[in-house]
């Protein structure tokens, strides 16, 4: 998740070098016949919002715009409520700082509003009323409107164009098929397609080993069978900068369709990649508004989709300097494997196992290794135009500009 990272981190900075924020400074209780009353009291008025939340346990959470901490009789930032609230803490690392309640059973917020001082502070109040299991989970979710962090992201979504990171580069190279799935069978002798994607794949990292400016990471390094999914997912826990995956094609007769072909994802496979992330885990915070979440997925997309077109067209361009193009367009198809919503990703068909020119290229050590020398090419041209820093210091001088014209 680095990408995500540094969209976080950057909200965060920008967020905290504007006002002050104001201090919680006491969080106290009524336990009513009919209702509970929560009172969180600032030296400031706060601007906030109060929501229950079915999962994963009940709870309600006030979020504010800005709030800080000061609460002398609980410096752990947590305490035990009373009535239908049960213990309760302060989240202020999240985007929008946040009092979370546990719920001791289903309830409702049925007042929620602020006091001027009479005496103490300002007073946020939060009535808190009874419900059905039922009630509960027809009330309870985020808020539908997007706020504060939302609207700031939107605003400042200039991370589309962010190039990829310079340092601790990591590359996945995907040998396709393998095991009991042999790929494409071999026609005029020499190895299935999953024995020719590995040959394949050894090569190119030892190429990328020997420059010394990538981390590689194989999906296979033998015969074996891997899940389609399982590749996605070693891509993703390595928090990879590129994906390749490399096939070969099978179609028509030994003079049939002849060269290499490059593949980024179509708007199926980018529809698939979207639904993959929000049901997945860690794009979902549930501190954080689901809408959030969203437009982070949306915004990671976008980003994987022109930095996976970049590197689709550099790879096309190197590979058609050594051997025939089958496709010298763009070609876009819904792959499962590279369906992750963060890292850039190809297909790569390096030829046609039914055509006899391609079967002997694709068998020859000789031209696999200038066809594997020009993809390294691609790849060091496509990491060639990384930013100094980083994408995260990208991020935040894009930012930092946009924040400064408005
Ligand atoms: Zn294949």
Redesign the pocket.
């Known amino acids: 998740m680095r990408f995500l990272a540094g969209l976080v981190a950057c909200a965060l900075t920008l967020s905290a070098g504007s006002a002050m924020a104001s201090d919680i400074t006491n969080v106290r209780f009524g336990a009513y016949e009919t209702h509970t009353r929560i009172v969180i009291e600032s030296e400031t008025p706060l601007d906030s919002r109060a929501f229950t939340l079915a999962e994963p346990v009940s709870r309600l959470v006030v979020s504010f715009d800005q709030a800080g901490w000061d609460v002398p009789t609980l410096p752990n930032r947590q305490g035990e409520g009373e009535g239908l609230v049960g213990r309760f803490q302060f989240d202020g690392q999240a985007g929008a700082p946040r009092l979370v309640f546990a719920l001791n059973s289903p309830s409702t917020v049925d007042h929620h509003f602020s006091l001027a001082p009479d005496g103490g502070g300002y007073r946020t109040v939060v009535d808190l009323a009874p419900v059905g299991a039922t009630a509960f989970q027809q009330t309870s979710g985020f808020p539908s409107e997007s706020r504060n962090m939302a609207q700031f992201l939107v605003e400042n979504a200039v991370v589309s164009a962010a190039p990829p990171a310079c340092e601790a580069v990591r590359v996945v190279i995907d040998p396709?098929?393998g095991g009991r799935d042999p790929?494409?069978l071999a026609r005029f002798g020499g190895g299935d397609?999953?024995d020719v994607?590995l040959a394949a794949g050894l090569v190119l990292r030892d190429l990328l080993n020997a420059t010394g400016r990538y981390e590689v990471i194989m999906t296979r390094d033998r015969d074996v069978f891997v899940d389609l999914y399982d590749r996605v997912e070693i891509a993703r826990q390595a928090e990879a900068d590129l994906f390749i995956?490399l096939?070969?094609?099978?179609a028509g007769d030994s003079t049939g369709p002849e060269g290499a072909t490059v593949y980024s994802m179509n708007h199926r496979a980018v529809d698939r990649a979207r639904s993959r992330a929000i049901s997945q885990g860690d794009w979902v915070d549930p501190n954080r508004p689901e809408e959030v979440s969203r437009i982070l997925v949306e915004m990671s997309l976008t980003n994987k989709e022109s930095q996976s077109e970049r590197f689709a067209d550099a790879l096309r361009t190197e590979v058609g300097r050594v051997q025939p193009l089958f496709r010298e367009t763009a070609m876009r198809a819904n792959f499962a494997v590279l369906i992750d919503a963060e890292v850039p990703a190809v297909l790569f068909?390096m030829g046609f196992l039914t055509n006899r020119s391609d079967a002997r290229r694709l068998n020859s050590a000789t031209d696999r290794r200038r066809l594997m020398q020009s993809a390294a090419s691609a790849i060091d041209e496509h990491f060639a135009h990384c930013q100094g820093g980083g994408s995260d210091r990208y991020i935040a001088q894009n930012t930092a500009s946009a924040s400064s014209t408005r």
Not at 247 to 250: E, G, I, M, P, Y
């Open positions: 396709g098929h790929g494409a397609e999953a994607n995956s096939h070969a094609d099978s068909e």
